[in-house]
């Protein structure tokens, strides 16, 4: 399973998923053209930022001298791969693996692919850091064709019902969510088929929804001094509806979670 | 995709309508919804994602990447940052464009540099089919660490008198993260900077020493439980 690493693009396909990958400089054991039963599904995944946030112990209501040393990070990719991709199968599906070392951060990247058409990008993180006051900030960035491109739209649930959402935006994770868990989705108006996301429910994840640039996917979240990081720097006003859309899932796993701690997303392919 | 009287709702899912009623409704709204849902139809003709180039994706072979390089480095509007030669090749990876892009279907490399002598971030897409730089922007934001900034940060960091005195025995190198400071009274805020940690293999880190990459000094030397 190491042609990905080296150059050659692989391709499985089994499961009812087709599914091509490669490991990337800095955005870790991508797949890209992965289909669900024939369809296009996704034109790129990916996991571009692993950021780590430090807080300062033993804080003082009066202390002024106390710095706010902000995040840091360093990018999953070639550098920091610690195993050989491996393909596994398990009942009902299939799933690619990858670990990956930086120093006294330690992940193991995983896709699982149900032939149910559900969808797993996680990242399992094995605890480590500085000292215990820490946060880890996942980023997934989920580039789907539901069918081709355009003709999309993202959707919410909020309270009892599906809502559109008509323009870019952040959006959390308040709790309310569909039967199945799904708090968000994107639906391809020409085969009513849709990519569902239910969220985990220890990390206060946090979706946003941007209109497909080709230039949305910076090797770092830092945008300007003092600005906001990306994902969010790239948020405008660009109306939503009928558009190709790029996904952010942002995870926020706190270190007085259980570790080993597996962050991120179920993804549910319907309509296919 | 049909979608019929011009609403906005969600279309139907697939098993939620029967087939015999769809095609009715479309046939009563014919003439009038024709030229609607002509305009709404997926278009026809025009290159699909749905047929991409897998290989489009493909990783860089060592001759791909020095192209893009070559490419980039010989544009002129970066002529003052090759003659300078102060930068860094952060990354340059496949950046396959979706359709009806008029680039899509050729081998394209999104390239990103750190230009020091100007504070900047080079941005660049390479068009290797057409040898030409496709998209060039320059921004103030810090791209990841290139391999070569990482060691020579964990260099910088050893030099340092300060981080020799407060490492113990044992103590080496384990990491070198991108650093960016939030406050803007810090020294290396806005500028290129490095954290690298300090520990024993196994154990709890000890210090961490931030480096400013511009002036390739330390800027600041913490405990590691302090961070």
Known sequence: MSNASNGTPNVISKCNWTVHYRMTESAGLTIYLTDYRGHRVVWEAELPYVTVDHQAQDLELDDTASHDHGPFWVPLGHRTQASEIACNDFRGGFELTVDFSAGVYEYTQIWRFHEDGRLAPWLTIHGGGLHAAHTYHPHWRFDFDVDGAGHDAVERFDGSRWNRVAQEGWFLYTGDADTDGAVWRQIDFGSGASVSIRPHHWEDAELFAIAHRMHDAAPSPHSAAGAPTYPAAYVGNAALDGIDVALWYVAHVHYDDAFPFTAGPWLRVDGF | ?227
């Open chain 2, 1 to 227: 995709m049909r979608r019929t009287g011009g609403k906005k709702s969600i279309p139907a899912m697939k098993g939620t309508a029967p087939a015999k009623k769809k095609a009715a409704a479309a046939k009563k709204t014919k003439r009038k919804a024709a030229a609607t849902t002509k305009k709404r139809t997926r278009p026809t003709g025009q290159p699909d994602v749905r047929m991409a180039d897998p290989s489009l994706f493909a990783p860089f072979t060592v001759g791909e990447r020095a192209d893009a390089l070559r490419i980039l480095t010989e544009d002129k509007r970066l002529a003052s940052m090759s003659k300078v030669g102060r930068y860094r090749v952060v990354s340059v990876e496949p950046a396959p464009v979706k359709p009806p892009h008029e680039r899509a279907g050729r081998r394209m490399a999104s390239v990103v540099v750190y230009d020091y002598s100007q504070e900047r971030c080079v941005d660049a897409h390479v068009d290797l089919d057409h040898s030409e730089v496709a998209h060039l922007e320059f921004t103030k934001s810090q791209p990841m660490l290139a391999h070569a900034e990482e060691a020579a940060a964990i260099s910088v960091a050893l030099s340092d008198d300060r981080v020799k005195e407060k490492l113990a025995l044992g103590d080496e190198p384990r990491v070198a993260m991108h650093y960016w400071s939030n406050e803007e009274t810090d020294v290396i805020h806005g500028r290129r900077a490095a954290a690298v940690v300090f520990g024993q293999p196994g154990a709890t880190p000890s210090l961490v020493a931030v480096v400013d990459l511009l002036s390739n000094s330390v800027a600041e030397v913490v405990e590691a439980d302090q961070w």
